[in-house]
């Protein structure tokens, strides 16, 4: 059979798809198949996140074992420990960092905090699925890579401490001599040398969260000539000029500009370039690849969580342990992959998160 000319690159691009995912699915062979410890029944309850349908899927593999087990679903893209200090839901489910308020009031109701379980990895270039976060510059500037403590320079400022959960900790802290306000000071020479950095990102979202927590080590000091702005097509869009549709219009005609951002919302923009990242000073200095996201090598890649209350000392729900020991078998993940918004989690991390539960 002879296909057009014309069709060629579709036909690739489909198949690196299917070759990318079925890679993804080879890798989870050191996973142990779901054995179910004990048959479990009764009703569990979640609310959150429907993760792009990924908590139906695991729903309905998860009764192919124990079919006497109901699930109740409260689904509208809220943090799902709220679900948990309310005992409204046995899981909460989440595709975003917790913020304070969530955590402080989880621990107002039970002296403790609850159990954070990684079940996936977020996506990589889709919008509005937990998308990892990828830094741009102008295509004209010469900058290539940076560090993760060289970001916190460029986009943070001096502070006193930072949270870690809901406690403010001095661990964080850094002076103003940590700032890097022009290009000389990231090594770019010549004209560049004292041009001021100029800094777009997000107003506060899950993805400041993320930010936040990662790169100013759980820091909310920004740098203050820093540009805000709000994802594009969504409810906190008040004025158009404030959209990150915007800001990288912005940035394609400033060479002295710096932003992070999802790459599926820099598709549409070829006067931008991704810069490579490291998580440690000497690196390794990684691009955003789909094989960096799914083995989680990437410094700013995103997770999908389950949170369960656990009191300490004590053992976990029957039912609610043989749910998370499914999502995280290699049946659970391989749902992920074949799903294809997200990653399923190397087999290594599946395994300390299941180590949560036990």
Known sequence: MTFPRFLFPALLCALLAVTTASAGVGKLEALPSYQPEQKVSGVIRQFGSKMRGMVK????????????VRFEDVFHEAAGIAGLYTNVADV???GREPVLTEYFSFYETFRYLPVEITVATGAFDVQGASYGLVVFVNKDNPLTQVTLKQMDGIFGAERTGGYKNFRWVPEAARGPEGNIRTWGQLGLTGEWANQPI???????????????????????????????????????????????????????????????????????????????????????????????????????????????NRKPGEP???????????????????????????????????????????
Do not use: C
């Open 92 to 94: 909460g489910t989440s």
């Open 198 to 308: 100029h800094t777009y990102g997000y107003a506060l979202t899950g993805m400041r969260v993320t930010f936040q927590q990662k790169v100013f080590q759980g820091g909310e000091k920004w740098n203050p000539g820093y540009r805000e702005y709000v994802e594009t097509n969504t409810k906190q869009v008040a004025d158009e000029s404030l959209t990150i549709r915007q800001m990288l219009t912005e940035l394609s005609a400033d060479k002295y500009g710096i932003a992070w951002t999802g790459l599926g919302q820099a598709k549409k923009f070829p006067r931008l370039k991704p810069v490579a990242l490291a998580a440690n000073e000497g690196g390794p200095y990684l691009m955003p690849s789909a094989e960096n996201f799914r083995d989680r090598t990437y410094p700013l890649i995103r997770s999908l969580y389950f949170f369960i």
């Open 316 to 358: 976990v729900d029957p039912k609610i342990k043989e749910y998370v020991r499914y999502v995280l078998s290699r049946e659970g993940q391989e749902a992920v992959s074949r799903n294809g918004t997200y990653f399923a989690l190397p087999a290594a991390t599946a395994r300390d998160e299941q180590k949560k539960i036990e």
């Open 57 to 68: 899927i695991w729903e309905e593999g998860f009764r192919q074992y124990h079919p006497e």
